[in-house]
């Protein structure tokens, strides 16, 4: 059967997918008004509730200081006996006048919350009904690109431009996954470095401190010098194998990592500084600390290059995978209207062939 008569046989479930799309063709843009609707409701409602609660603090407030001059027996008798009388009752009237101004004021704003948030459901609900239209609609469309691809992928002689199309379509789709895949890749690797750049940072920082214990070691002297220079040098270590760890699985996720060589932090046994502690042997164990603090500030240089390079990788991937994914875009669509434009025109040509007879792919039955 020729790509011709397979499109007579589908006719008339492609007339239903296109009268039925052309109906829906309008939910994607009240969508998204809808929502924009819905969240800027949501956003009024918040700072309603903020402002109500406010109202409610001041409308407590108003109350009890209504209810103090008002059951205050010692004030009223206080004014009473001392002739001051009218001078209590408009005090009341006054807390009172504006207790019952506060408590308006919250009143009317509760109102206009409760009305608000009435207004936000009906909103959010009119937006749950167009999201499950647009849900249809994005249905509607896979089932005719399913029902065009279907018919036309594959080499055909009849349609030379589908096939050259088709082609490009499926070398840009190609070409999106690689670079896809490279930009997770050198993404991935970034993070790691950052991670790794950060460890670096809290390494240096500890042997920085063993430096500090070493000299005052090595001019003072004492056992709580030596233990806390052992414990910020075996920190150190325990973070240097730590940066290292990072590297390597930085350069398992992306071949282009380059290794920054590796991390050595002077140690000295416990038994050393036992039995072989003094002033001679600590000046060149002072050494060893400031070597390996000029070593760890020149790895760092090096692991920051390697992080700044993938970071960059990354970003050129992400640009490349822009422009792709628009040309496979533009290619798609070109495809899609060949398609379409194919279908229609050897139906209106031919003519379309009675409903009752099934398709040859799909079902006719649509909405």
Not at 42 to 58: D, F, H, I, W
Not at 228 to 257: D, I, M
Request: aromatic content about 6%; some cysteine; glycine content about 6%.
């Amino acid at each position: 059967m020729s790509i011709s008569q397979i499109i007579l046989e589908n006719a008339t479930y492609h007339s239903l997918l296109l009268d039925s799309i052309a109906q829906l063709d309008h939910i994607p843009e009240a969508l998204a008004q809808q929502n924009n609707h819905v969240e800027e409701g949501e956003l009024n409602y918040k700072r309603g509730e903020a402002k109500l609660r406010t109202l409610s603090k001041m409308a407590r407030g108003k109350r009890e200081e209504y209810e103090d001059i008002r059951d205050s027996v010692i004030r009223r008798l206080t004014h009473t006996l001392t002739g001051r009388k009218g001078r209590f009752e408009r005090g009341r009237v006054k807390k009172e006048g504006e207790y019952i101004e506060a408590l308006e004021r919250e009143l009317t704003k509760s109102d206009s919350q409760k009305a608000l948030f009435q207004l936000l459901t009906e909103a959010k609900e009119v937006s749950a009904d167009l999201t499950s239209k647009a849900v249809r609609l994005e249905s509607l469309r896979k089932e005719l690109t399913d029902l065009y691809d279907q018919i036309f992928n594959g080499p055909t002689a009849e349609f030379p431009e589908d096939d050259r199309l088709e082609t490009h379509v499926e070398v840009s789709q190609g070409l999106c996954d690689h670079i896809q895949r490279t930009l997770e890749s050198e993404r991935q690797a970034g993070n790691i470095l950052e991670k790794a750049d950060r460890t670096m940072l809290e390494c240096r920082g500890r042997i920085q401190k063993a430096l500090g214990h070493s000299e005052y070691h090595m001019w003072v002297g004492g056992d709580n010098s030596t233990r806390k220079k052992r414990k910020a040098l075996s920190a150190a270590q325990t973070l240097a194998r730590q940066v290292e760890t990072l590297c390597l699985r930085a350069q398992t996720v992306s071949p282009l990592v380059q290794p920054i060589g590796p991390l050595y932090i002077a140690q000295r046994s416990y038994i050393s500084d036992m039995f072989f502690d003094n002033i001679f042997s600590s000046i060149t164990f002072h050494g060893k600390i400031k070597n390996s603090i000029a070593d760890l500030a020149r790895l760092h240089t090096r692991l920051k290059v390697q992080k700044d390079a993938a970071t960059h990788r990354a970003d050129v991937a992400n640009s490349q995978l822009i422009a792709e994914s628009r040309s496979l875009g533009e290619y798609r669509k070109a495809l899609y209207d060949l398609r379409h434009e194919t279908f229609q025109r050897i139906v209106s040509g031919r003519g379309i062939i009675p409903a009752e007879r099934p398709p040859s792919y799909y079902s006719p039955e649509i909405l």
